[in-house]
């Protein structure tokens, strides 16, 4: 039997979540009238405001009519899991399509932008609400360590999207890369579908043992791809001319992939440093 609890659309966090999908509405809404493009950062804007307004509609129609009780997950994993996830890629919306789409007498992308601009502070102020506080007994993914993995998961996606075969297939060196960020993905991946589907008891060893183990391999890993992408992406490598006449240049992703190498490395070492501390230390206290 379903049962509505309107409660739920008026608490704080259920206010964001409604403006959440209004403002995701409205930039989709604006982009689609303006025309379609096949380029591709035009379809991730328009994937990332429409897959954030679908699913944050379907977390408040879930929440509503108390269907989320009923399901097999962990529903505060996966809602502030999905509000990480939103923030990052709404981010990312707001910044590229404002690059590649706007101009000073584009009145609709311009409205565009700001209500995507509008819906990645609701949703930062969404996993504000969200995230657990000291002392609190939460889900995994309600704490810094698991947020960061979903920041993690997310950094690698990125790093993905702008890989060429061509480029990495050439070099040991560069291969060896693309081996750090396909198993920190599939690792920061795995954590999440296990916490989310309440699975983190098969694990074979305590869960923040493994954790800390395989963050710190991640830190060593990732210290070398910080060094090694770098220095054979740009040795002998200047870049071409043409790349300031395009929108989109080979070598541009060379120097995304560098930046992101870097944040995901800094990503790690906070996340180690930080799970140390809640196993080490607040566990003792």
Known sequence: MVTLDFRTLTVPVGIVRILEVIFTCISFSLVAS????????WTWCMFTWCFCFCVTLLILFMEFTSLNAKLPISWDDFTTAFAMLATLMVLAASII?????????????????????LAFILYAIEVGMTRAKTGE???FLSTVPGLLKVLEAFVACIIFICLDYTTFSRFPGLQWCVAVYSICFIFATLVIIFTICRLLSLFPAPFDKVLIVCNVLAVLMYMTAVVIWPLYSFKNNPRPSYCSKVVTCPWNNLVVISFMTCVNLVAYIVDTVYSFRLVFFVSRT
Do not use: E
């Not at 303006?34 to 950062?41: A, L, Q, R």
């Not at 399509?97 to 601009?117: D, E, K, L, M, N």
């Open 137 to 139: 007994i939460s889900g």
């Open 97 to 117: 399509y404002p690059i590649f789409f706007t101009c000073p007498s584009c009145g609709r992308q311009i409205g565009a932008t700001v209500t995507s601009c």
């Open 34 to 41: 303006v025309g379609h493009s096949t380029d591709s950062f």
